[in-house]
T-cell receptor
Framework: NAGVTQTPKFRILKIGQSMTLQCTQD?????MYWYRQDPGMGLKLIYY???????DKGEVPNGYNVSRSTTEDFPLRLELAAPSQTSVYFC????????????FGPGTRLTVL | AQTVTQSQPEMSVQEAETVTLSCTYD???????LFWYKQPPSRQMILVIR??????QNATENRFSVNFQKAAKSFSLKISDSQLGDAAMYFC????????????????FGQGTILTVHP
């Protein structure tokens, strides 16, 4: 049982490039989330999903897209990377919304130059 | 919308001493969950302690305990017998308990408090 895994751990992008951050969980959790953490700040919700095929925006969705074709995977897509997207990105999951805690992945540190 | 505020950007404590980290929150809901997460330099988010709002008893986990004051909307974390390994960023977080509602288990985080432990 690996929990929540994220790849890559680190990435440097040039302005205007695109990339996909991968997130996989093997706990059969329905709910999955993407957060970003800017330096010295708390985490802010980018997108979330309540199940395969269902996604919705969080607080800071601009510049990102997500998909959820399976229960296990919840990739985050960055289109036309900008320096403002330099951050650490965390994926998290939980079995259902009201009764359990969130399990976090180890994070992806992204720098856009 | 809910907000979480941690007013102490940095705190320090001597090894073996006790330290308290503060957190206040704002919500109109009556049922919710509050959490303290620890984030060491590895950046992994580690759950420290969890409190359910409908429970009056303060949660405890070994050296970690909370002082939950629902009327005052205050949720402080006390670390007893501090250890060097406790040094980290600590986040207070809120989650609605509205099963079937629109919160979908989302967490709202405070800004974090950096805890330094001196030997």
């Amino acid at each position: 049982n690996a929990g929540v895994t994220q790849t890559p751990k680190f990435r440097i992008l040039k302005i205007g490039q695109s990339m996909t951050l991968q997130c996989t969980q093997d706990m059969n959790h329905n709910y999955m989330y993407w957060y970003r953490q800017d330096p010295g700040m708390g985490l802010k919700l980018i997108y979330y999903s309540v199940g395969a095929g269902i996604t919705d925006k969080g607080e800071v969705p601009n510049g990102y897209n997500v998909s959820r074709s399976t229960t296990e995977d919840f990739p985050l897509r960055l289109e036309l990377a900008a320096p403002s997207q330099t951050s650490v990105y965390f994926c998290a999951s939980t079995p259902w919304q009201g009764t359990d805690t969130q399990y976090f992945g180890p994070g992806t540190r992204l720098t856009v130059l | 919308a809910q907000t979480v505020t941690q007013s102490q950007p940095e705190m320090s404590v001597q090894e073996a001493e006790t330290v308290t980290l503060s957190c206040t929150y704002d919500t109109s809901e009556s049922d919710y969950y509050l959490f303290w997460y620890k984030q060491p330099p590895s950046r992994q988010m580690i759950l420290v302690i969890r409190q359910e709002a409908y429970k009056q008893q303060n949660a405890t986990e070994n050296r970690f305990s909370v002082n939950f004051q629902k009327a005052a909307k205050s949720f402080s974390l006390k670390i007893s017998d501090s250890q060097l390994g406790d040094a980290a960023m600590y986040f207070c977080a809120y989650r609605s308990a509205d099963a079937g509602g629109t919160s979908y288990g989302k967490l709202t985080f405070g800004q974090g408090t950096i805890l330094t432990v001196h030997p």
